[in-house]
């Protein structure tokens, strides 16, 4: 067990509609990373916030939003969903400025 | 570029023998590189990681080695077990955000 918790599990929705996944970093830890798994795009990088700041943004797509609040869990919010968003969400978080990334078990999104 | 290329993209092996599988990656900026084991239905768990002042880490029956001239590093499993059958993924980090650029994955399977 990482530490890091994702909810929920599975989520299976339609085409269209929007979904709120969400995520609790380790204690302490103030770093938190949205990764996305694919078949066709293996694991990609979304977006990093670092204490309530966006930090950094990787292959996210403007429909794909994201947060970090003040008790530092993280919401990743997908809109107009289509079938290709279909995949495995990980969330990872490190301490401050350190390299060791701990991941959730992740959530699986089915778009149909 | 930010791509980490891993190969073999499937690997079976006998039980005892030693699994082999590589990565390179393109950008110098890169200088943490960790390698992640991903059973079905869990999220990656970091297994070992290097940095390029080393040319070699060794953790029980897992050694990275790390050729920075060649932009190479791959990860041998000894002695390897039917309960290393997973996936394997290579990645590297650099700069301040440090997220993570994977590896496409490599499936080991480890026959008894």
């Known amino acids: 067990d990482s530490g890091v918790t994702q909810t929920p599990k599975h989520l299976i929705t339609a085409t269209g509609q929007r979904v709120t996944l969400r995520c609790s970093p380790r204690s302490g830890d103030l770093s938190v990373y949205w990764y996305q798994q694919s078949l066709d795009q293996g694991l990609q990088f979304l977006i990093q916030y670092y204490n309530g700041e966006e930090r950094a943004k990787g292959n996210i797509l403007e429909r794909f939003s994201a947060q970090q609040f003040p008790d530092l869990h993280s919401e990743l919010n997908l809109s107009s969903l289509e079938l290709g968003d279909s995949a495995l969400y990980f969330c990872a978080s490190s301490l401050a400025h350190t390299d060791t990334q701990y991941f959730g078990p992740g959530t699986r999104l089915t778009v149909l | 570029q930010q791509q980490v290329k891993q190969s073999p993209q499937s690997l079976i092996v006998q039980k005892g023998g030693i699994s082999i599988i590589n990565c390179a990656y393109e950008?110098?900026?890169?200088?943490?590189f960790p390698w992640y084991q991903q059973f079905p239905g869990k999220g990656p768990a970091l297994l070992i990681a290097i940095r390029p002042d080393v040319s070699e880490k060794k953790e029980g029956r897992f050694t990275i080695s790390f050729n920075k001239s060649a932009k190479q590093f791959s990860l041998h499993i000894m002695d390897s077990q039917p309960g290393d059958s997973a996936t394997y993924f290579c990645?590297?980090?650099?700069?301040?955000?440090?997220?993570?650029?994977f590896g496409s994955g490599t499936q080991l399977t480890v026959l008894p």
């Open positions: 990645a590297a980090s650099g700069g301040s955000a440090r997220q993570l650029t």
């Open positions: 950008n110098t900026a890169f200088d943490y």
